[in-house]
């Protein structure tokens, strides 16, 4: 893993942190008192009209389901998150996908009761942002969204480590890069502040001449294939390793 490739809450914001032993300290788990929040609003019923409805409605169906599954990584999202086979890729720990189809972070904030799972998750990863800027959202819109969900995030799992993951570059996107980075400057920059971790995932999917690398990305040049993923989880499975250890019993097992 590049370790040029994550910036973390207690990092300067556009700064590198290095290596990743230090980590551990890095996550801020204790908790800033919050006000006291209004009674929360029922569940938005799926519109019928949105693409997606049907994978909203199994979300809620999931979480009526059976025993929720209790300190599990919740990771929410767009198709980025859903198309990763998350269950595989961390099958050290229980996880939750909470992905769909082309969500936008308005989409997200929108329907976000019906995407939160019953128990309190352990972790918290998001990627959602890039379909804002496709659809014609500016960078500070779509900065200004992802800063509300993350903060209502924090509010909702005031201990529970949360990363950002950048938005990432694609072959069909690329004209899009700049604003993307100007968005996860901006994200960066709020890591320390809202107590967020702020990941960077997109320069893994970079080739030596800069451009997104085509060997990683599916056939349609913006969703990724299997290698592309394990460039995602090595990050990702590095910063869960640190905010959430394993149990000793495990490790030992292990």
Not at 168 to 180: A, D, G, Q
Not at 205 to 231: E, I, K, V
Request: net charge positive; charged share 20%; proline share 9%.
């Amino acid at each position: 893993m590049r370790t040029a490739n994550i910036i973390f809450a207690r990092s300067t914001a556009t700064k590198g942190a290095g290596r990743l032993g230090g980590i551990g300290a890095a996550m801020l788990l204790g908790c800033a008192p919050f006000a006291a929040a209004a009674a929360p609003a029922p569940a938005p019923t799926a519109d019928p009209s949105f693409p997606f409805s049907n994978e909203i409605e199994a979300f809620a169906k999931a979480n009526n389901a059976g025993q929720p599954q209790r300190d599990a990584a919740l990771f929410l999202g767009s198709s980025s998150i859903r198309m990763w086979d998350i269950a595989s890729s961390f099958s050290d720990i229980g996880t939750v996908n909470r992905g769909f189809g082309g969500a936008t972070t308005p989409d997200v904030l929108h329907y976000y009761p019906r995407l939160l799972p019953p128990a309190p998750p352990r972790a918290v990863v998001v990627y959602v942002g890039d379909n804002d800027l496709a659809a014609g959202s500016t960078p500070d819109k779509v900065a200004r969204d992802l800063l509300t969900l993350l903060k209502r995030l924090r509010a909702d799992y005031p201990r529970a480590p949360i990363a950002f993951l950048s938005l990432k570059p694609s072959p069909i996107r690329w004209t899009l890069h700049p604003k993307m980075v100007q968005v996860n400057s901006a994200i960066a920059a709020r890591a320390k502040a809202e107590r967020f971790d702020y990941l960077d995932v997109g320069a893994t999917l970079l080739a030596p001449d800069g451009l997104p690398d085509a060997s990683l990305f599916r056939s349609d040049g913006l969703h990724m294939n299997a290698r592309g993923y394990q460039r995602w989880t090595k990050i990702v499975d590095e910063w869960l390793d640190h905010v959430v250890p394993l149990p000793a019993a495990t490790q030992k097992a292990s």
